[in-house]
């Protein structure tokens, strides 16, 4: 046994140790291939001795490169001698089977194997592989693709057949969540990518199976369920169950948890760190505490400690986050900042972008060639790129640069659609609504986004054309231009029509930390036409009107989710400001939101809501024009007809200077447990409009409206259904109002 154990160490130096010196280099079978081309694939050096490990090394990254389908290499005497066998040529690829051109581009651009490019059967077997995944992606689940070679040997070439039966599209037909999933179905289906199948639906790829939609449909419900508390959230299966007629059941079984809370929150420093630099995070933790526990939170938390060590130049951070589970359900967090290496950008590549301009990619980036490698700058990077909304992924990896403190990433992005075409049908109450619209996201590949939109409803015509850049002249503000033109018509209820035709263009940016200002420059034609029915005050007003404007906006969202907020408020302010006018009207909007949670158990939500309006003119000799006087919005006071309240002359509505409302509301515990796409809330409504300037003796209608009730939504097969009786309690007798409300309709 010793003896052996000898042997094997001998023999194991031995071979370790082998090397040997040569002279030359012999390279046999390459027609195509040239021995320098060789020698520089194989990083080969006949100026040193070679060992066995380098000629290992040189087999490899020669069989790697594709060219060759057999590869020999040894030593006689001081010549390396090199035998290959060349892949094949391909002459040609052709599909078959496939109708569309469209999807016989796609498939040619997407695989690895090329016209006149080396044929290789790993390759192959790869590209077969992606075009399966791809066809599934697209609803073609069951697609058959297989492969055919024709050969030349005499000129050593194939011909490539790629034979694909796409079969029928996989549509879904139904999505249904199990388990102790404590959210009704109607809201997952929100949050996730994939689709039922509806008739109305026609246009949608998301009604398709789709692994790939299936597994980010995994990771939204995750998210949303992590950001409203549920710490344990675990999907635990995901299940599409195929039926005889050709449809998938596609079943998320889901296991919430309990929900946990945020206890004690604490950020440890180097000793060299300023701790006032971070003072603000303190008071995060202080507001967090006994809060529900969120994903978004902690982000937001990360985000801070970024802003700050972007600001305050701490480069070369690491920043890990400790969690500890305390009773009750309780969550401490710990925060440790470290220094990290030093490294330095020294290079950004950009893949996968056929379309879009690189540029609109690197405008996004925060961190440049040459500055320092902060990490979470670097995802912040990412995340920019992402909110572009024009890639179906975006990856990003690091790799060595040509020294040790210097680093390349490497940003990898796939491209999707990005052109929608939606359609809309409402009815109701306030009559039928039909309306469409086109949208480009990426358009010319320049991530500009284009929409045309129209509306129409029984009083009123209304087009849009808008065209919005991101980073307008590298600024890293959006530039939004658009043009509207819209007719609506009165006459019958109101005694007056309106054309009217306008130009605006406007920017926004996130000023401050949740804080967005969005300033706007417009300009309008207007044509207000009477009848003789119309009061006299209107129609004094009748005539052509032009309008420059200078408009703003200003809004504070500190909500706990841009989708469904459970907790949190917003703040926006609107001012239109007269620049030229025919009646330099300024008119000022208020809002105030408030939400806040009360029932965990149940979800239940509750809602304030607080709306102000004034419009004046600046000069006391001018009348505010009946276009742009105040009206109190349909959907926040309930119980009363569209218009049809405040001032009134003769028979005419005229609005007023002046509008409140206050609006309190709340969802409802489930009470029909049997079905799960219907939400009840409960509301209460107040408003008022007032002021008339002009004439004294006009009804002022100075009086609160208000009207309580019952809403009800319901996903119905034709679409969403809205619902809601109300019964005013306090009114006008110049009033109208009605009782009960409906709109249904769907966008797809």
Known sequence: MRLIFIIFIYLFFQTQAISKNIDNLEVNGNKRISKETIIVIGDIDIDKDIDNNEINNTLKKLYESNFFSDIEIFISEKTLVINVKENPIISSIEFTNIKKESLIEQLSDLISLKKRNSFSKNTLKSDLNFIRNFLKGRGYY??????????????NSVDLIIDVELGQKSKIKNISFIGDKKIKDKKLLRVIASEEHKFWKFLSKKVYLNQSLVDLDVRLLENYYKNLGFYDIKIENTVAEFDKNGFFELIFTINSGEEYFFNNLKLDLPEDYNQKDFQELNELFVELKDTKYSLEKLTRILSQIEKIASERLYDFIDVGVEEKIVKDNRINFFFNVKDSEKFYIE???????FQTVESVIRNRLIIDEGDPLNKLLYNKNIENIKALRIFKNVKANIIDGSNKNLKIIELKVEEQPTGEIMLAAGAGTNGLTIGGGVKEKNFAGKGVTLNTDIEITEETVRGKLTYSQPNFAYTDNSLTTSFESTATDRLTDFGYKVSKTGLSIGTGFEKYENFFYNPELSLSLEDLETNNF?????KKQEGDYTDLYFNYSLRYDKTNSRYEPSSGSKINFFQELPIVSDNNEL???????????????????GKASFYLKSVNSLFNDNDVRISKRAFVPYHRLRGFEKGKIGPIENSDYIGGNYIYTVNLSTNLPQILTTV???DFSYFIDAANVW???YDSTINDSNKIRSSTGIGMDILTPVGPLSLSYSIPITKESTDKTE??????????
């Open 142 to 155: 069951f697609a058959k693709v297989e492969s055919s070679l024709i050969k030349n040997e005499e000129l």
């Open 347 to 353: 290079r950004i590549n950009v893949l996968g972008n």
């Open 534 to 538: 119309a009061s006299n005050s209107l």
């Open 587 to 605: 008119t000022n909007t208020f809002i105030y939101t408030k939400y806040k949670s009360l029932n965990s158990s149940s979800n239940m939500v």
């Open 676 to 678: 799960e796409n219907l």
């Open 691 to 693: 002021g008339v300037d």
């Open 739 to 748: 009782n009960f409300r409906f709109n249904i309709g769907t966008t797809f």
